[in-house]
């Protein structure tokens, strides 16, 4: 009897948090776990992309599985999440502000507008917003992600010529952030910004769009089905990604050039380094690694959707319509008493 007695009084607590949590606040937390466990379950193919996007020539020439074999033997297993670390740093946030700031920017729309439809046009604007203002306050851990990944350790490679190659090699996320910073500033840890606001407007957009789309023509006891989730997330991510890939691989292409041979031709603005990819390299390299893109995005962004969604109902977050008419209510709630206080 004490035992439940206990356990009762701690699921009220429990309750009393829950409904002492702003809606925000429920939907950052809600956010940063689906964005931290989608990452983390793909983070070996994200290093076997990333490798590929940048043109590492040991790895281009090998393949997938073989990169994979490549891996496996010069680092072990702990190189298929070298960069985990600062990708998780950066996907918590990152996922957090983009959830949470999409609720805000189609709450806001709604209740700024309130003429305008509740259709998938506003999921794409609100997811575009949403991305572009996550990308803003988390750039600089996606560049050291980059790095850390890009960079493959192992014995010290010998030139021709009998010289130690040089390459940059970082210790760890400080580090990283250390060295770039003291190298380049601020400007430094932000290089490669531009294309990845071109890039996740559109697909931030788009993967809004296409989900929520999606889900309208779900019947409605299936909407909470994880398989149906899991489906919708899939489709969302493959279209919207397929859409915005060469833009990812400039970013990254320009992220990681401090680190290339000197001889490499210096990468300056987006449309630039877009035309100068497709001249020297070939418009297949805008492509590059883009099936084993599909491979992650197809995972990643439907554990992401699915455990928002599972999220989002553990925490009590009401649904899209639902929220609207709380934060109206606590809005004219607030306005009350300072009416009559006046």
């Known amino acids: 009897m004490a035992k439940k007695g206990e356990e009762r009084e701690m699921g009220m607590s429990f309750d009393g948090i829950l409904q002492s949590l702003p809606l925000f606040a429920k939907e950052l937390v809600a956010g940063g776990v689906a964005g931290g466990l989608a990452k983390t379950a793909v983070a070996p193919l994200e290093r076997v992309k990333i490798l590929f996007q940048t043109r590492r020539a040991e790895f281009h020439s090998a393949g997938l599985f073989g990169s994979f074999k490549k ?58 917003f949403a991305g572009g203002t996550a990308v803003l306050f988390t750039y600089p851990l996606d560049l050291v992600r980059t790095k850390l990944a890009y960079q493959v350790v192992g014995p010290p490679k010998v030139h021709v010529k009998g010289l130690i190659n040089t390459e940059q090699i970082y210790s760890g996320i400080l580090d ?39 889900k309208r023509h779900v019947p409605d006891e299936q909407k909470k089905n994880i398989m149906v989730n899991l489906v919708c997330g899939s489709v969302a ?30 990468l300056k603005g987006t449309m630039e380094t877009l035309i100068m990819i497709a001249k020297n390299q070939g418009w297949k390299q805008l492509f590059s690694g883009l099936s084993i893109n599909y491979m992650k995005v197809v995972p990643s962004v439907a554990i992401g959707f699915t455990v928002y969604d599972i999220m989002k109902s553990s925490l009590r977050v009401p649904s899209h319509d639902e929220a609207v008419v709380e934060v109206v209510t606590n809005k004219r709630n607030t306005q009350t008493p300072s009416l009559h206080s006046q």
């Open 176 to 214: 990283c952030f250390s060295k770039t910073y003291k190298g380049l500033g601020l400007r430094g840890l932000y290089r490669g910004v531009a294309p990845s606001l071109y890039g996740i407007f559109p697909y931030a957009g788009l993967k809004f769009y296409f989900y929520e789309e999606m």
């Open 71 to 128: 891996i496996a033997k010069t680092e072990g297993i702990i190189g298929f999440y070298r960069g985990n670390g600062a990708s998780v740093a950066r996907i918590v946030p990152y996922a957090a502000l983009h959830y949470m700031t999409y609720e805000q920017y189609r709450r806001w729309i709604i209740n700024s507008f309130p003429g305008i439809g509740r259709g998938p046009v506003l999921d794409l604007v609100a997811g575009s």
């Open 237 to 266: 991510g493959l279209l919207g990604q397929t859409f915005t890939y060469p833009l990812d691989v400039v970013r990254r292409q320009m992220q990681v050039q401090r680190l290339l041979a000197s001889n490499s031709p210096e």
